[in-house]
Nanobody, 115 residues
Framework: QVQLVESGGGLVQPGGSLRLSCSAS????????VGWYRQAPGKQRDLVAA???????NYAGSVKGRFTISRDNAQNTVYLQMKSLKPEDTAVYYC?????????WGQGTQVTVSS
């Protein structure tokens, strides 16, 4: 059973930065495209960014130019660098397989952008 662990969230002021990390049990990221998803209170969980095994990336329009997804297959970790954060980025952030998030969801990491 694959276990996903997200970390790196926190409280940050508008305009600030955070780097999220997603680690997994087993070497699954080297053979799967991975996505970062987020869910704000009362809203559905949406894709934020994704990276393929070959390193190609795509981003939701609302974060393009501000967020960067990357992967370290040797460390079995996927990162999400977030800059110029806005209050509307506040959500719980999760990672999972992309495009079909078939692994069990982890606990996520809370990102709160507020002054």
């Amino acid at each position: 059973q694959v276990q996903l662990v997200e970390s790196g969230g926190g409280l940050v002021q508008p305009g600030g930065s955070l780097r999220l990390s997603c680690s997994a049990s087993g070497s699954i990221f080297s053979i799967n495209a991975v996505g970062w998803y987020r869910q704000a209170p009362g809203k559905q969980r949406d894709l934020v960014a994704a990276i393929t095994t070959g390193g190609s990336t795509n981003y939701a329009g609302s974060v393009k130019g501000r967020f960067t997804i990357s992967r370290d297959n040797a460390q079995n970790t996927v990162y999400l660098q977030m800059k110029s954060l806005k209050p509307e980025d506040t959500a719980v952030y999760y990672c999972n397989r992309f495009p079909r998030p078939g692994f069990d969801w982890g606990q996520g990491t809370q990102v709160t952008v507020s002054s």
